[in-house]
């Protein structure tokens, strides 16, 4: 038998429903983890190319990151030279945007105030990881495209997750108490 709330046309119970904030973090923060092994080793050419992608697709953490990371660095300039630190500095940002962006996405089955901002930087972050692909598949370098298609193949990922987030607006709230 049917659920009662499914008959009067309310929302229909989906058991992948209930996962997809942590789809949508965790596609994010494998984007931000494969873009630090892409920069570690060596794919993307150089360190700085990307460190600064890095930094465009955790942008509203990396400006917070830059200001860290030099004060960091005048204060120990000898730790920062380990390899652990250029991971903990390149990934920190990345982690702890999509830690916030899994938050809000929780919080908001019961706010409608965290589920727009969790919608909106839901949003934010797909359109970066999928603009940080297409920007390495189509850069000039030849050697440095095949690392793009990883971000484009989480970006595109990220983007079905969101729509179904988006799309099935009765997800956010719960389901309403049915009398027998």
Do not use: C, N
């Not at 630190?85 to 982690?95: D, I």
């Amino acid at each position: 038998m049917k659920d009662a709330s499914y008959r009067r046309g309310g929302p229909k119970p989906s058991s992948w429903l209930r996962w997809v904030p942590e789809e949508i973090a965790g596609t994010y923060a494998l984007s931000v983890l494969s873009l630090a092994v892409l920069t570690s080793e060596g794919v993307l050419g150089d360190h700085l190319y990307g460190h600064l992608l890095m930094g465009f697709m955790a942008l509203p953490l990396s400006v917070a990151a830059a200001a860290t990371d030099l004060a960091m660095e005048s204060l120990t300039p000898q730790v920062l030279t380990s390899g652990t630190a250029e991971w903990v500095s390149l990934l920190w940002p990345g982690l702890l945007q999509a830690l916030l962006l899994w938050w809000l996405l929780r919080r908001g089955r019961h706010s409608v105030r965290s589920e727009r901002w969790g919608r909106l930087v839901a949003t934010l972050t797909t359109f970066l990881v999928i603009v940080s692909g297409v920007v390495v598949v189509f850069d000039q370098w030849a050697p440095r495209r095949p690392g793009g298609i990883p971000l484009l193949v989480l970006g595109v990922l990220q983007a079905f997750f969101v729509f179904g987030y988006v799309y099935k607006r009765s997800f956010a709230t719960p389901l309403p108490k049915v009398d027998p």
